[in-house]
């Protein structure tokens, strides 16, 4: 579960910076 939750910071983390970009 911990490995997952480190994927999920992640994707949410690239999705923050994505929003940024636009």
Do not use: G, Q
Request: no cysteine.
């Amino acid at each position: 579960m911990i490995e997952n939750a480190k994927s999920s910071m992640v994707f949410y983390n690239k999705l923050l910076k994505t929003e940024e970009m636009l």
